[in-house]
Every structure is written in structure tokens, then in C-alpha cells.
């Protein structure tokens, strides 16, 4: 089910529920929420238009991301990671971010090194959602 750019996974619980999981989950591998947009009531609001269930978590490592600022430092165009819980055709669905995919482009091998291993971190969270 991963993508090119997503690690994810089908899980039994609604949004609401796996939103709480991930931030558990989150939290056990060192990362605190630094946003959490509900595009469902966003889309409402702004457009009146009715969409499933969709949250943005913006998720961030303070000791890894302050690695990779000090590498690059306007790799804070690319942060926070982002976490998705959404509803699609009745399951809810979980998915990550593959930092490693998304700093390729910056050509800075000790960057994908901090990337890789923010990545290893959110595979975790992935796994042990749902």
C-alpha cells in the first residue's frame, strides 16, 4: 500500500481514534505535534464543500530537525513531517511521509543520513498504529 513518497496502512479504528494512536505513537519516537489541520471542517468552512474525514499532523523531532537545520538551513521549507489519517471508501487509512524521498533533492548526503533516520522513526509509528 506504500507509495513512492508514503509509508501507510489500512487500520480498524475511525480517524478520531487512529489520530489519538499516532500521536502516541508519535510521541514514544520523540516527536511532538506542531499542527494539526482538520481539512474536512477546513474544506467546509472555506468552500462548503462536504469531503471524508482528513487530518494533517505536523510532526516534529526537535533534536533531529535541529541536525538538519544545521546543514541546511532552509531545509525548514520542507518540516514538519506530515502524518495523514483519512477516510477512503469506509477504512481509515494511516500514512507518513518518506523523509528520505522528500531531501533527495537537497544533493546533501549528511541530510538524507538525518533524513533516514527520521524515516526509520516513522515507519515505527506506522507499524505499531492500528
Not at 489519538?20 to 472555506?46: H, Y
Not at 537545520?69 to 477512503?88: A, F
Request: net charge negative; proline share 5%; charged share 25%.
Amino acid at each position: 500500500m506504500d507509495t513512492p513518497y508514503a509509508m501507510k496502512k489500512t487500520v480498524a479504528s475511525g480517524v478520531h481514534e487512529a489520530c489519538e494512536a499516532v500521536k502516541e505513537a508519535l510521541s514514544r519516537e520523540g516527536f511532538g505535534i506542531l499542527c494539526e489541520i482538520d481539512v474536512q471542517a477546513t474544506l467546509r468552512a472555506k468552500l462548503g464543500k462536504e469531503v471524508e474525514p482528513y487530518v494533517i499532523l505536523g510532526a516534529c523531532n526537535p533534536p533531529l530537525a535541529h541536525e538538519a537545520l544545521s546543514l541546511e538551513e532552509d531545509i525548514g521549507l520542507m518540516l514538519p513531517c506530515n502524518v495523514v489519517v483519512y477516510r477512503k471508501e469506509g477504512h481509515t487509512v494511516v500514512a507518513a511521509i518518506r523523509p528520505t524521498r522528500a531531501m533527495e533533492v537537497v544533493g546533501n548526503p549528511r541530510l538524507l543520513e538525518v533524513a533516514s533516520q527520521v524515516e526509520e522513526k516513522l515507519a515505527r509509528v506506522i507499524e505499531h498504529v492500528g
